[in-house]
Each structure stands twice: as C-alpha cells, then as structure tokens.
C-alpha cells in the first residue's frame, strides 16, 4: 500500500460516540452519502478528556468503530482517532488508534531559544521576504521581523509535536497511522502567514502531517452555531487553504495534506462556507464533530417519553447544580449565561414535545434554548455516573435515538459540508 492509499481521501468527517452505542446510526449517515455520490471516510474521534469523564478505554471506540462496519458492510477505508493527545497521555491510544491528533496547544507562546528561531530564519529566507502564494487574495506579508516574531511563539509547540510524533512512531511498531497537528484550543487565532511559518517548521521537524487544525477566527462553542463574521471566516479559511497548498509544494509534505476543523459540531452558519471552499478550489477537508451525537441520545430519550424523558430530566437536574465543574474542561469552548437556564423544577415539567423542541439544534424552532443545549453538551458526565440505567436506556429507546443520530449527521452535516442542497 502506497502511502497515498493509506490515507483520509478527500473529505472526511470526524464523529465522537462517547457512550460507544451509536457507531452504526452514524455509518448510516455515510452510507446515505455514498449512495448519492460522495465519498466521506468516518473517523471515530474521542478525546482524552471524554474518555476520563465517561470512564471508557480507547480500545472501545476501535471495537465499537469495527462492529459497525462489519454489521453494515461498509467496504471503504475508516479510521480511529487519538484525538487531542500530548505525551503525558498517548500511551493508551496507541495501540488502538491509527489517527493521532497531536494537541500543542500548551507549548504555543513558550518562547523558542534565540538559536533556535535564528536557525528556522536563516533556513527560511523565503519566509523573511514576503512569501508569495499563488490564489490568494491578500498577500501573506511576512518580512524578518514577523517571521522572527512567529518562529518565537511557535517553534517550541512544533518542537513538542516532533517529539510526540516520535514517541508515537517508536511505539508503534511500524504500524502505519495518520498525524494530525492541532492549535485549536488556544485563546488567538493564527492568520494564514502564521499557518505558513508553522508548516514550514513542522516539515523542518519531519512530520508527515495530514491534517493541520488551526484555531480560525470566530468562537466555535461546543453544540452550538458559530458566533462571528462568516464573510471573514470564508476568506480566512480559502486563504488557508492556499497556504497549505504552497507548504506542500514548498517544504515535499505530503501531498494530501489538508486543513481540519474543529467544528465543536452544528456549526451551520459556516459549513456551506466550507463546502462553497472546497468545491472552487478543489480541496479537500477533514471537520471534526464530537458532542453531537451525545446531544441526539439525549434528543431521541426525550422523544421516547417515559423513562427515556425522565432520564434526560434527572440529567438537566444533576448538571445544573454542578454547572462549573462540568464547563472547567471546556472554558474556552462553552458560553453559558447562567441566569438564562431554566430551574430543574420547570424542565421536570416539560413534556417531551418541549424537552425535544429545546435541545435539537434547529434555530428556527422558537423552543431551541442554546443555554440548555450546552448545559446538556457538558452534562455527559451526569449521564456517565448513571451507568446501567443510561446504557440500558441506550437500548431500550434504540429506534428514536438511532433515528436523530443518523438525521442529524446526515442532514445537519454531511449534507451542507459535503453535498449541497441538491444531491450531486
Ligand atoms: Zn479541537
């Protein structure tokens, strides 16, 4: 197998399943897709912060991913993916997983030794002289001064990134996987000459790099549309899409190297953006979605009424008095105002029509409340203390669940990122 062949293709979804029940609803979704002539590759992404909040080994996300494929047929290429590691917590995902996402986040700002950044600028010349990228509105202005002034704020993370790879690649026996580079969870964004500098130093480093998630411009909260200027993120985003087409001509990355979004999932203002990018340039695109699919459990409960109801409400409950401590691990992607949730009393009322109408992500719906749809995001955790009465839950309101989880990857994503209104 060339190494092209091992690879993501073109478009790629990522899909988290926290409770690990719902990998084939998804499939579905990507069934759906290929019969209308799109070809997504599903890659099963668990962070490790899921993984300490429910409990769960990522092994499970490989035996749930495998049973899926194997249950419905599905023939084409799919990967599991470490998401969101650094050193400290690779160890367990290596085995199971053949997608790493190396999460550097932490090292970026830790200023680079002055020989170090002396060495990238002198290696560099093109990058101190106002690179030029060929389909590119703006230019990328870079001169000596900003390339110094990057190098200082992001070497220190390429060199962690280099030595997570390594690690990775010792451990692994010479079993292929796929690197992906993460910069998303940081407070500032990084402009496209900042995504070029950043390259260049990961292809110095020596890391085959298939997929490279920037933090873009904008708030992309968990479970919740995009809050910024679209206009500004389609041009941020085409930009940074020539720029990784120039790395790869520049600095022999690999060929199929392309841009990953963190999408926090739902990110509906901006997916036609997206698609409208990829299709005018003919790039391809990895979007990650995690929390989603937890939210369609919680949706397809609800409209099971009964049990399924009442255990959605006894969440709502248990995360609203523990509201902090569930949005400490996502401070930077989750805004809830608290004066705006509704009591536990009220919601213990609502009827499964209203729980329904709040908490699925249509924007149309005057019910849809993006408070208690966050609140929900961050309350797997209540679920997770739940143990067998939410498994079992899982599988007795399977019909309605599997229903919105297939729906919702279908519709609310697959089909504006990658399809378009009209089936292609
Ligand atoms: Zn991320």
């Known amino acids: 197998m060339g190494a092209e062949a091992f690879g993501l293709g073109k478009y790629s979804l990522g899909i988290g399943d ?48 495998a049973a899926a494929v194997r249950a419905l047929g599905w023939q084409a290429t799919y990967f599991v993916d470490a998401d969101h590691i650094t050193a400290a917590t ?38 101190t002289a106002g690179a030029q990228i060929a389909g590119i509105d703006v230019p990328v202005a870079l ?54 500098v950043i390259l260049a130093a990961l292809a110095d480093e020596g890391i085959p790099v298939r997929t490279i998630a920037p933090r873009f411009s904008g708030r992309f909260n968990k479970g919740v549309d995009y809050v910024g200027d679209v206009a500004g993120f ?20 690999p060929a199929d190297l392309k841009l990953s979004v963190h999408s926090g999932s739902d990110k509906f203002s901006i997916f036609p953006a997206i698609r409208h990018a990829i299709r005018r340039l003919d790039a391809g695109v990895h979007v990650k979605t995690s929390g989603t699919t937890w939210l369609e459990e919680v949706v397809g409960l609800a409209e099971a009424g009964g049990d399924g109801l009442a255990l959605v409400q006894d969440v709502y409950a248990g995360a609203y008095v523990r509201r902090e401590e569930l949005c400490a691990p996502y401070a930077s992607v989750i805004d809830i105002d608290p004066a705006c949730l509704p009591t536990p009393t009220e919601v213990g009322r609502w009827s499964s029509e209203q729980f329904v ?44 669940i599997a229903r919105n989880v297939t729906d919702n990857i279908f519709q609310r994503h697959l089909r504006p990122l990658f399809i378009g209104d009209q089936p292609t």
């Open 18 to 65: 926290r409770f690990a029940h719902e990998a084939e609803a998804q499939l579905v979704a990507f069934i759906e897709a290929a019969r209308l002539g799109v070809d997504v590759t599903p890659v099963w992404n668990k962070s490790n912060r899921e993984h300490l909040v429910v409990g769960s080994e990522p092994a499970s996300v490989r035996e749930a991913a």
């Open 90 to 127: 690779a160890e367990r995902f290596v085995e199971p997983c053949d997608f790493f996402t190396l999460d550097v986040a932490a090292s970026i700002g830790r200023p680079a030794t002055a020989a170090a950044v002396e060495a990238f600028c002198a290696r560099h010349g093109e990058l």
């Open 234 to 253: 389609a041009a941020e985003f085409a930009a940074d899409i020539a720029v990784v087409r120039h790395a790869v001509g520049a600095y022999g990355l």
């Open 143 to 196: 001169s000596r001064e900003t390339t110094t002034r990057v190098a200082r704020h992001y070497l220190e993370a390429v060199a962690a990134a280099g030595h997570l790879y390594r690690l990775i690649v010792a451990r692994r026996g010479g079993a292929a996987f796929l690197t992906e580079v993460s910069m998303d969870e940081t407070e500032a964004p990084q402009t496209p000459a900042e995504l070029l």
């Open 357 to 400: 109408a709040a908490v699925r992500h249509d924007a149309q719906e005057p019910a849809y409340d993006r408070q208690v749809r966050q609140l929900m995001h961050v309350g797997y955790k209540v679920a997770a203390e739940m143990g067998d009465r939410y498994t079992e839950s899982l599988i007795a309101c399977r019909e309605s």
